[in-house]
């Protein structure tokens, strides 16, 4: 083997920056999507490795549901300063004031709710890319997208009319009010994740490793038992999505595989201490990723669904 | 999935076939026999299977991912699949068989190292298998299996598969390109010689499909001949406060072929300008060197005008620049190439506008003979063309470097893709005047 090699985690490295690269270059106003989570930790190195020295020329953009584990909260805000980055963030609550998303009768999880905030966030500030950091390796449908993802102007993903993607050779084309989804980490596995986080040191929020949690156990998964209502005058976020007298509740060392939000998240019981014990955790697993999420088991074309209409 | 020992290579496959000859079918095959798949995949797997399956499992519902597709039993677009053995980690891409898809399989196979064109055993060659071997080669792919699928219903009959491969290996010599061709007779349904040896065949003696993934010489895939590096993002960081990156003039960018070193002449082209690479930056620290196909940050002696589209390369085996070219194009949209219309072309790291002046020919995939003069291109058809640039292109041929050499077409207005370009080598290389760079 020649000396000139690269192991397949520099080789999907070099790739999502050469894809960081081109949208710095092609789009006029692209925003950058952090949500403290694993996947997009890796988009902030990247887009470090893709601009440095210079600042990374785009802002960052989250959408919080308002069910949010306040840890992920905190390091997303800490993250964002130590960059030196423009934060802007986006709540379903304020969708609500605003009128621009209503709450779903009977309906406790706001994940589908992001997506208007989502739309309207990027009208908003005239975003014509979006990066996230969405793998195809985490289900059916995203194992159908493209690096470069077309959405028309009204935020619609069209599958069955996706523009060929050949060699390294984006079209990032839009029209006023078009914008486009770019996902750099769309080779990347879950595995690649967590080896690209130990390899290069990555802090992670602390949910990832196990810890000491109230949860119950609701549609098969252990969920987090939501932080208690305090403010009396303000009706309960989580009303609903509290476990029910009859409902198992226990303490239990866990942490979370994948992060929603609290209503979606399911924890998974685990004793991992450290990055090296989440690999071999993830590579001894015998369920996916996204067995973990509620979000996901509506049906078997829930992120189908989600995608057509805007999600991320 | 064993993970204790990381694999270091990645090889990239792309499967392709006509309809029903178990692309899909053969992948969930080695996802499934290579113990790639979760439980809660295999699950979805068997509740969808009283649906589509008539009961059976269908491996094929682990690409096939949308709707649609799982309703009309086919394959839509591209699916990208993940996974790894203790040797090596895999991306494939199952690409779609029907006819008017065929622009996805050009889509999955222009990044591949590999490809796995199927045949059905029962039907052979047909115009699809051609059409298929012909764009793997056409793309440059150096790696081909045929995999003669469904062998068990011609009764596992070697002279079924010597007559398919006699028919292949007929036609393979007008195609040309690949370092390695393997025909694989197997049964993917029943996974005879995918990832274990089939009892069925002891008169084939060659690797089951899994162990000539894991096997296949791919470290000299890379073109590390002659240095090529289009500039992508001019990196100034302008930082009034920090006077060490006040200067910092990088030129950011993905190595498309070559090797560069600290110190070493370049040529910055269109402008023509011989300087020296200062220093080969990168966030994690400064190199000696850096090679295909890296990323890095080049600075250089001299602060000339560079900016993105721009190439800089070695003073060695100097591209061609031209505005006048011949490619070979395949053709993507519902619309059919018009001549004389005007379309948007990116070629490396820039967009320019282009005319094509002329459809020369195009390939009958009956025969893969060229028919001269077919007036225009359709979807799926791949021919040679005219084009003209209004801005000349600093580029290689194709077949010597398929990331200088390629470029796609963008219908201007609904932005839509609607070809894939392989350059033709240039007629002469560009003949910089090679003053030294001087005020």
Known sequence: MSSYHLDHLQYLETEAIHVMREVAAEFERPALLFSGGK???CLLRLAEKAFRPSDIPMPFLNVETGHEFPELIEFRDRRAKELGAKLIVRTVDEAFAKGIAHPTPGQVSRNQLQIPVLLAAIEEFQFDCAIGGARRDEEKARAKERFFSFRDSFGQWDPKNQRPEIWNLYNARVNPGENMRVFPLSNWTEMDVWEYIKKEKLEVPNIYFSHERECYRKGGQ?????????????PDPYAGARPKANDTVKKMVCRVRTIADMISTGMIESKTETIDDIIAEVSAARVTERGTRADDKASEAAMEDRKKAGYF | MPHTQHPIELLRFNTCGSVDDGKSTLIGRLLYDSKSLMEDQVEALEKSADITGGGQINLANLTDGLRAEREQGITIDVAYRYFATPKRKFIVADTPGHVQYT???????????????????????????????????????????????????????????????????????????????KFIPMSALNGDNVVDTSKHTPWYEGPCLLHHLENVHIASDWNFGTFRFPVQWVNRPNNPTDHSLHDFRGLSGQIASGIVRKGQQVVVLPAGIKTTVKDIWTYDGSL?????????????????????GDMIVGLENLPGRASDFSARVCWMN?????????????????????????????INFDTLETMDAPGTLAMNDIGGIKIRTAKPLVFDGYQSNRLTGSFILIEQGTNLTVGAGMLAPPLEAVKPEYSDFAI
Not at chain 2, 131 to 145: D, E, K, Q, S, W
Not at chain 2, 148 to 168: A, C, G, H, S, Y
Not at chain 2, 289 to 298: D, I, K, R
């Open chain 2, 334 to 362: 519902q619309r059919p190439l018009q001549t004389g219309k005007k379309y948007f072309l990116k070629h490396t790291t820039q967009t320019v506008q282009a005319v094509v002046t002329a459809v020369e020919n195009k």
């Open chain 2, 288 to 308: 000696a060197e850096a090679f295909c196909p890296q990323s890095a940050t080049l600075c250089l002696e001299h602060d000339i005008d560079i900016s993105r």
């Open chain 1, 39 to 41: 996947d997009s930790i």
């Open chain 2, 103 to 181: 622009r996805n399989m050009v889509t999955g196979a222009s990044s591949a190292n590999l490809s796995i064109v199927l045949v059905d055993a029962r039907q052979g060659v047909i115009e699809q298998t051609r059409r298929h071997t012909y764009i793997a080669a056409l793309l440059g792919i150096p790696h081909l299996v045929i995999a003669v699928n469904k062998m068990d219903l011609v009764d596992w009959k070697v002279e079924r598969f010597q007559e398919i491969r006699d028919e292949i290996e007929d036609f393979l010599p007008k195609l040309g390109g690949f370092h390695d061709v």
């Open chain 1, 222 to 234: 252990w969920l987090p038992v939501p932080p208690p209502h305090t403010d009396a005058t303000k």
